[in-house]
């Protein structure tokens, strides 16, 4: 940034783009990895010294070479969807210059965030929702995500997640593989619920 203040908006995690465009978050997960480190997967610090606007996204994203990745994925330090209008924004910019496929890596907690339905705002703008569920029950959602939403996060998060199946391409939500198999099973019975894809991930410490 020219005005001399360190941002990290762009980071690459395998063939994917990665943006960071807010460190807000309504949880406090205890296996985020920003309760551990300032840094992913040899990324500059993600700790933003302020919220980058619209423009400034897109101009980092500019920067790149964008034939070199395989999509482009909002996830940082924080919840994407906690900037919604400005992760449109730059949605939409996007699909003017490139056919990379768009992915929002969320905790389904938007609808919540701003008090309405939101899934379908992302219609046309978004090809894939990954949505954290992590957990099988709303006491236990509560226990290891520490949700401002409280026992309300996790019923929000599965209604998100169905209507997201409505409006988007492909919707999955993953399970880390630290919570036990039982307990990944009781996920997947209710990402079924959903319609979405359901997919266990490796936790990265």
């Not at 460190?23 to 309760?35: H, L, W």
Request: aromatic share 8%; net charge negative.
């Amino acid at each position: 940034m020219e005005d001399g203040m360190h941002m990290t908006i762009t980071y690459q995690v395998g063939k994917g783009l990665y943006l960071n465009i807010t460190n807000q978050c309504p949880n406090r997960c205890d296996f985020c990895v920003r309760t551990h480190s300032d840094f992913y997967d040899g990324s500059n610090s993600l700790w933003l010294e302020r919220e980058p606007t619209s423009d400034e996204i897109f101009e980092a994203i500019c920067k790149e070479d964008l034939t070199t990745y395989q999509e482009i994925v909002f996830c940082g330090y924080g919840e994407p969807m906690c900037r919604m209008n400005q992760l449109l924004e730059v949605a939409e910019m996007l699909k003017k210059i490139t056919s990379l496929p768009i992915r929002v890596n969320t905790s389904g907690l938007s609808d919540l965030i701003y008090g309405q339905p939101t899934a379908q705002l992302m219609q046309g703008l978004v090809d894939t929702v990954s949505v954290s569920l992590n957990a099988s029950t709303p006491e236990k959602y509560d226990q290891i995500c520490h949700s401002k939403y409280g026992l309300d996060a996790l019923p929000a998060i599965l209604e998100f997640t169905k209507e997201a199946v409505s409006y988007l391409p492909h919707v999955v939500m993953t399970v880390v593989d630290v919570i036990g198999q039982e307990e990944i099973e009781a996920c997947r019975a209710l990402c079924q619920q959903t319609g979405a894809e359901f997919r266990v991930r490796e936790y990265i410490d």
